[in-house]
């Protein structure tokens, strides 16, 4: 399995040794070709604030980047490891400024057939927040989040000694490696199904039949009401059927 690692870090350090080590656990369990990139080494800037992704498409993007680059190597993968330091409570900037660009993945969920997970290292405190702002970003992209380790590690130069972390890692990696080679995505949760219900709703509506969106899923056959998620799932009838009501709910409460 490819295995795609997205470094917001600035340096070898906690992150890259943590994402190391749970890569090492998973190849103990199979063939495992990782591939780490740093955020840091490649040409990314910021988000504009103009919308041109979402209204034009992301090819009419006015940053010309090596953003397209990134996604191609997501897209190759079978799985993601979003690696990111503990920045002020939250991911850092590299690691933002890509879930910034990539938010017309949020409305064009793209990655549904992968697995992801998050990792994030602190030298005391943030670890929650920081994988919340990552978790939100990756389910919204379409994800299947597999897990995420935090851990809490003492500033080092060089390699950390991860010895006591050493069960977590392991338990990190049988999750995530067994999430791909099961192919978890094909049994999303309630909640995925219910958003997908909600996405599948919105953007049916013919008032917005011109726009980038709504072709999107009518074209790609996501807006056939039978269709419960963009991949065939393995789901029972009962929770699909939940997941529909629970999607008119959310509809109704945010619209
Ligand atoms: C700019 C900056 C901000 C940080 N903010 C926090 C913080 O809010 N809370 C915390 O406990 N550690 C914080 N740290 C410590 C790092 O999160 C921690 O050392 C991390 O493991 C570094 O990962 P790295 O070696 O991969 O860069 C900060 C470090 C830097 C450089």
């Given at each position: 399995m490819n295995i795609l690692i997205l470094l917001?870090?600035?340096?070898?350090g906690n992150t890259h040794y943590t994402s190391l080590a749970i890569i090492q656990e998973m190849q103990k369990l199979g063939q495992v070709s990782p591939e780490f990139l740093f955020l840091r080494d490649y040409d990314l800037k910021f988000c504009l604030g103009c919308r041109t992704c979402f209204d034009k498409g992301e090819l009419a993007c006015p940053q010309k980047d090596d953003l397209s680059l990134i996604v191609e190597k997501i897209k190759k993968a079978d799985g993601v490891i979003f690696a990111s330091p503990v920045y002020v409570s939250d991911v850092s900037g590299e690691m933002k400024t890509l879930i910034d660009r990539l938010a017309y993945v949020t409305h064009r969920p793209a990655f549904f057939a992968k697995c992801s997970f998050i990792v994030t290292t602190t030298y005391s405190a943030g670890n929650k927040h920081a994988r919340d702002t990552l978790g939100a970003a990756t389910f919204a992209w379409g994800f299947h989040h597999a897990g995420s380790l935090g851990l809490k590690i003492p500033t080092v130069k060089g390699p950390p000694d991860l010895t006591k972390d050493q069960k977590r890692i392991k338990k990190a990696a049988t999750k995530f490696f067994t999430a791909i080679e099961k192919q978890?995505?094909?049994?999303?949760s309630l909640l995925s199904l219910a958003v997908f219900k909600v996405q599948q709703r919105a953007n049916s509506?013919?008032?917005?039949?011109?726009t980038l969106d709504y072709r999107y899923w009518v074209n790609n056959g996501?807006?056939?009401?039978?269709?419960?998620?963009f991949v065939d799932v393995e789901s029972s009838w009962m929770k699909r059927i939940l997941a529909s009501v629970l999607g008119r709910v959310i509809l109704k409460i945010y619209s």
């Open positions: 917001g870090a600035r340096k070898r978890h995505f094909r049994s999303p509506d013919p008032l917005h039949k011109e996501y807006s056939n009401p039978d269709q419960s998620f």
